[in-house]
């Protein structure tokens, strides 16, 4: 590629001296991995896209501050000279913020130790870990920018930044730094079309992307009022939908997401897919958002919503790297519109996809090991502290994974006790004395957890699921996880009501950090028991490098790695049912482990399928009650 910028005028594009079409969709590189890039930009470059628009997710290359991982599947440089060498351009968006159904929005964890802070806006304290963070982001990506020859064309300032506060201050500040570390390419937002969105996320400089599903009279008047000197440019256009635990899984017709394409192109708008490529939130990283599902009645209450494992989004290019039905027609409506608008020259580089897929089956895997979780705990405990009352992940200097309370209750009197929580984040499972006494989870509905205490007292354990942290508007704001604020004890009349005159929380805690990033400690010379969590493990023999799904019926809820390599979590309440495995992750002889939260398949088998299961719940399916299981 040559030295060029891309050159925005009033009604076209430019880029090197030519007129530019730029059509282009999302694919994320850290949702797949590193040898599965290749055959989904080549996918992309055949569909007739120009360009390729990826997030930078702050939180997996800073994970803990000061600390950079700029290697493996987060090799943004080498996914960029993948680019060039293909020939598709980048629109570049490196936060701060990506929204994206990713833990907090793709922002680090450890912001959020900082209490007197406030992330996403112009405070010197969240500024000051911002420019560290691009200055060394800056030696991955400046060298890639089209004015030195590299595929960047564009760069992004923050992400739907209208839909979380006011600050303009901010939306400049961050320009003004990426300016300040190299950035001398065009730069753009993406925000809704309402007036107060686009006014308050953008700058007049910037080039305001929309995030929509078409382009309605009103928006149009907005986004012509707001920007009269540069086209419509769709920054996200939703071809898809996300998937969260609970909730039907909701599609578009490859034949609606034609039609709402050719509409856009009509328009003389230029197009993003959001998302081109489907992908997989591996391991813990998973957000969630405060909302209701689909399936609700129209008076159900906002509530806490976790997002599945699976980014498949419905996208043109499936999770696991296949042309799908919608792929094939929108790329006929591209061409069509490239070839009777004057772009011929765009229109030649659209060819067929490569179809050949292949894929593997292995049945019945036997589980052969288990190992009790709760007597495991000093094994996979990377902190244990003391404290009044229980205290967060976040303090525990922990991102990701499980947090286990521990207490003694003592005898005083035979009254029955329940369990109160206040600041549950997310999922809770309840012992005493190492019995099951019950589940709760975070806006649902649940049974009360009740218990007697016996004259010796009793050892309470409250073992704790960060299930992701919200990543959209304000509710991001206090997302610390495990139990944010105290436990109370509450004292049960015998006609069952509540003592009233009980204000006393319950002191005296231990507090286990379990983030689960290393499990070659685990003791399976203590096996599983009946309704507790545990670990089982097994062994089978696979073709290695051809994917295969991992198909979890009969289990309740988890996590699964595979070789050592978290896959992500699992759930029986659907709409997922299978976990994306990559072909890269699968050898000759494997090593299989899952933590069961709450019981086992009968049989402790676990099968490896040749099709993924992602739409396990009808669109009728009644959400209201709990969906916790």
Known sequence: MEKTKLVINKDSLELGGKPFYLASGDFHYFRTLKDGWRRRLQLMKDFGLTAVQTYVPWDLHEPEKGEFHFDGNLNVAEFLELCKEIGIYVMFRPGVYMCSEWDFGGMPYWLLKERDMCVRTADPKFMAHLRTYYHRLAKEFIPYLSTNGGPIIAVAVENEYGSFADDREYTKAVGDLLKEVGVDVPMFTANGW???KLKNGSQKEYWNGLDLHALTPAAKASI??????????????????????????????????????????????????????????????SGALVGKYGADT?????????????????????????????????????????????????AKNIKEPEKEYKSQ?????KMTESADLLSNVENLAVAARKSGKPITMEDMDQAYGFVLYSTHVYYTDDQKRMLNIQGLHDRAIVFGDGKYLGTCMRDRQSDPITFDIP??????????????????????????KGITDYVKIELLEE???????????????????LPMKDLSKLDYSKPAEDKKPAFFKGEFKAEPGVDAFLDMSGWNKGVAWINGFNLGRYWKIGPQGTL??????????????????????????????????IDTIAQTTDLVESVVG
């Open 455 to 480: 004259k010796e007292g009793l050892k309470l354990d409250i073992f704790v699921e960060n299930m992701g942290r919200v990543n959209y508007g304000t509710a991001m704001l206090n997302e610390y």
């Open 361 to 365: 089956e292995v049945k019945d895997i």
């Open 580 to 613: 994306y495995i990559p072909g890269e992750l699968i050898k000759e002889e494997n090593v299989i482990e899952v933590l069961e939260l709450h019981q086992c398949k009968e049989d402790r088998t676990i099968q490896l399928v040749k099709e993924p299961s």
């Open 194 to 196: 309402e007036p107060m």
């Open 224 to 285: 012509d009022a707001y920007q009269p000197d540069k086209p419509i440019y769709v920054g996200e256009f939703w071809g898809g939908r996300s998937q969260q635990w609970g909730g039907h899984f909701k599609r578009q017709t490859p034949e609606e997401v034609a039609e709402k394409y050719k509409n856009l192109l009509e328009t003389g708008s230029y197009v993003n897919f959001y998302m081109f490529c489907g992908g997989t939130t591996f391991g813990f990283q």
């Open 298 to 346: 129209p008076d159900a209450p906002n509530r806490y919503i976790p997002c599945c494992t699976s980014y498949d989004v419905d996208a043109p290019v499936s999770e696991e790297g296949r042309a799908t039905r919608k792929y094939e027609m929108c790329s006929a409506v591209l061409k069509e519109y490239l070839l009777n608008h004057g772009f011929e020259e765009f």
């Open 495 to 513: 006609d069952g009501s509540l003592y009233p005159w009980n204000y006393t929380m319950k002191a005296g805690w231990t507090n286990y950090s």
